[in-house]
């Protein structure tokens, strides 16, 4: 094979340098640990629940202000103990991905499109119609007993909520306003 003096050059330069490092005693895994602890190095972990599916993974969120920058399964969580499918491994995109609404929707009856509402407009609204159906529809009495139940609501929670919020949930919606039909996703 013929060579020419550049192509000489190139490859001389490229063996000294490897020689170079191997010299120095380059380590090529203390080196991918270092980058790993640099990566999360000053941001704050959070522990949350992954909100896919039912299985409830653990996850830490690494933050710094407002910005979500790295996640990863959480090590201690009893049901996954730091490992994640490949769809809790992309939950970052939930906070990244240029499709996240940012703000509720509506869409008007007989309307064939959503619109931007704001937050006092949306659950003004939310608020509105679960009272009048409430009203319209409330049962005291069944056969002699008392119920005191609409069965014109129903709540379907998601994976996204954790004990706490379910334990709220369940007294707004039960004690609260009288649903019967309430499910959850989530089976933790
Ligand atoms: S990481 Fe995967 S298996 Fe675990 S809760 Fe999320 S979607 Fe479900």
Known sequence: MEMTRRQFLKISGAVAAT??????GFDEKG???KSKEFKIAELKPTPTI????AVGCGILVYSK?????????????PINEGSLCSKGTTVRQ?????KRIT??????????????VDWDFALDKVAKNIKETRD???????NGLTVNRTDSIAYLGGAALDN?????????FRAGLGLTFIEHQARI
């Open 19 to 24: 020689l170079a490092v191997i010299e120095l």
């Open 50 to 53: 992954c909100p896919y599916c």
């Open 103 to 116: 703000k509720p929707l509506y869409r008007a009856p007989g309307a064939d499109k959503w619109e931007e």
């Open 65 to 77: 202000g407002d910005d979500v920058v790295y996640t990863e399964g959480d090590p201690d969580h």
């Open 136 to 142: 319209r529809t409330f049962i005291h009495k069944e």
């Open 31 to 33: 080196a991918q640990a």
């Open 164 to 172: 706490e919020e379910c334990h709220l949930l369940q007294k707004l």
């Open 94 to 98: 939930v906070y990244t991905s240029e």
